[in-house]
């Protein structure tokens, strides 16, 4: 789901782990004037879930999903509805991906560019821009500062001590964001920039697949396999320090929620 190279990700590992996600489609999806004729793309697709329910609002539509990793992409086809085609590549790479002008509808992005660094967020809004038709419009979830306080401890906590990174996602604040956004010629006034905090329900065993499936791979991959290894066995032997207050693995998510306009 982004630039950096990553390890493989396990496409039916992460298939299986994104129910955390799916509780909030509604939020995600209400706020975005669908139209069942519309263009869409969608950035960072993932195993497809979110991209095929997209498919369905949009019956006289296409929904093109894009991402770098071939199991993620394999998972998705597999959910696809008729009116869905994809793309191999990372959101950095959209200018090499489409380079022909688009008249897109829609442009979105879910839980994704959280995994590219702040210094390519312009490029991608300014991408972003470009693919779409004057008067689409743009509709992004991801991490924000604030995100996963207590896993985020935790994990900078053992990776530290094992020489690798901390904090290696870009969970940036409102007002950053607001300047990128505005700066890449977006109309924010019939939409919003705001950051959203969430309580998100998991067990001790679904927090250690959600672990597994979408957490680790930011963090393994500059410690090589002698490292992750410790990394990840460090991390699930003290899963027990993410239990909160009310005995439940519940965790809190911050969200950057953005719904912006190119202007007509």
Do not use: K
């Amino acid at each position: 789901m982004t630039e950096q190279t990553l390890a493989p990700w396990d496409g039916a590992l992460y298939a299986a782990n994104t129910g955390h996600h799916r509780v909030y489609d509604a939020p995600f999806l209400d706020p975005l004037p669908l139209r069942p004729t519309d263009t869409v793309l969608d950035l960072g697709c993932g195993s497809g879930d979110l991209t095929a329910i997209v498919a369905g609002c949009v019956p006289d539509g296409t929904v093109t999903g894009v991402d770098p990793q071939p199991s993620l992409l394999a998972e998705a086809r597999r959910a696809a509805r008729p009116n869905q085609r994809f793309v191999q590549g990372s959101v950095q790479m959209l200018g090499a991906l489409f380079p022909e002008a688009q008249q897109l509808d829609v442009v979105m992005s879910r839980a994704v560019l959280h995994w590219v660094p702040l210094r390519d967020h312009p490029g991608v809004l300014s991408e972003v821009h470009r693919l779409l038709r004057p008067g689409g419009w743009y509709r992004a979830e991801f991490g924000a500062a604030g995100n996963i306080p207590a896993v985020l401890r935790l994990l900078d906590d053992v990776s530290s001590g094992l020489g690798g990174p901390t904090c290696p996602w870009t969970f940036a604040d409102a007002g950053t964001y607001l300047e990128l956004v505005e700066q890449a010629g977006f109309d924010l006034t019939p939409g919003f920039i705001r950051m959203t905090p969430q309580r998100r329900g998991f067990s001790r065993e679904s927090l250690r697949g959600w672990f597994r499936s979408q957490v680790v791979q930011a963090y393994t991959t500059a410690m090589g396999d002698l490292g992750g290894r410790a990394f990840t066995g460090e991390v699930e032997a003290r899963f027990d320090e993410l239990a909160r207050w009310d005995g439940t693995f519940d965790q809190t998510f911050v969200r950057m929620d953005v719904l912006a306009q190119r202007p007509v």
